[in-house]
């Protein structure tokens, strides 16, 4: 099946520092990709929407200038944590669909980045 | 907005016993519905959807029924194993939108 990989699957940094976390769709090309964070007990909560080329789509109260996303090619999408601070803290997901599928059909998720600000 | 409730708390219970965890949901139109399955270190993982009022998806022996009227999507099954431990996200979608909107997920441990 469709895969999808996320690195780093952990990391931690200083307060202050910028965190970039790459997702990549290693078997198939992803036009879509999706970020959510998921804080210990919570939902997973969409962050924005990556579309390949295009500037992303930011859910309403994440902030883009913190949370820096590019999807520079149809297997790749990031997210830059700029000035990360302990609030920060959380699980980061990624999930990518396949160009030409429909809102029925599977999000290929990532495993996760779990992202520690001390 | 739309949202999804799941049962709280995780659910423990013994090898071959019968499952059911509860979702519903809340949200305008038709949506999409969805459970995942996320096992200890990996991705979420689609386990089955159904798209319309009365649809039942069904996947290695998971079962959940789309009920309009109750706006539920209960997953069920009949005899888990351990290997059936793992976290279980119910979700949806509005037609014509890819934003995926999740329950917190519930832990469920099969002891053997």
């Known amino acids: 099946g469709a895969v999808v990989s996320q690195h780093p699957s952990w990391v931690i940094c200083k307060s202050g520092t910028s965190v970039k976390i790459e997702c990549r769709s290693l078997d198939f090309q992803a036009t879509t990709m999706f970020w959510y964070r998921q804080f210990p007990k919570q939902s997973l909560m969409l962050m924005a929407t990556s579309n390949e080329g295009s500037k992303a789509t930011y859910e309403q109260g994440v902030e883009k200038d913190k949370f820096l996303i590019n999807h520079a090619s149809l297997t790749l999408s990031t997210l830059t944590v700029t000035s990360a601070h302990p609030e920060d803290s959380s699980f980061y997901i990624c999930?990518?669909?396949?160009?030409?599928?429909?809102?029925?059909?599977?999000?290929?998720f990532g495993p996760g980045t779990r992202l520690t600000v001390l | 907005g739309d949202s999804v409730t799941q049962m709280e708390g995780p659910v423990t219970l013994s090898e071959e016993a019968f499952l059911t965890i509860n979702c519903t949901y809340t949200a305008t139109g038709y949506p999409s519905l969805f459970w995942y399955v996320q096992y200890p270190g990996e991705g979420l993982q689609l386990l089955l959807k159904?798209?319309?009022?009365?649809d039942k998806g069904s996947n290695k022996g998971f079962e959940a029924t789309y009920r309009k009227e109750t706006t539920s999507f209960h997953l069920e099954k009949g005899s888990v194993q351990v290997s059936d431990s793992a976290v279980y996200f119910c979700a949806l979608n509005r037609y014509g939108n890819n934003r995926l909107a999740f329950g917190k997920g519930n832990q469920v441990v099969v002891i053997p």
């Open positions: 999930s990518a669909k396949a160009p030409g599928t429909t809102h029925t059909d599977t999000q290929y």
């Open positions: 159904a798209t319309k009022a009365d």
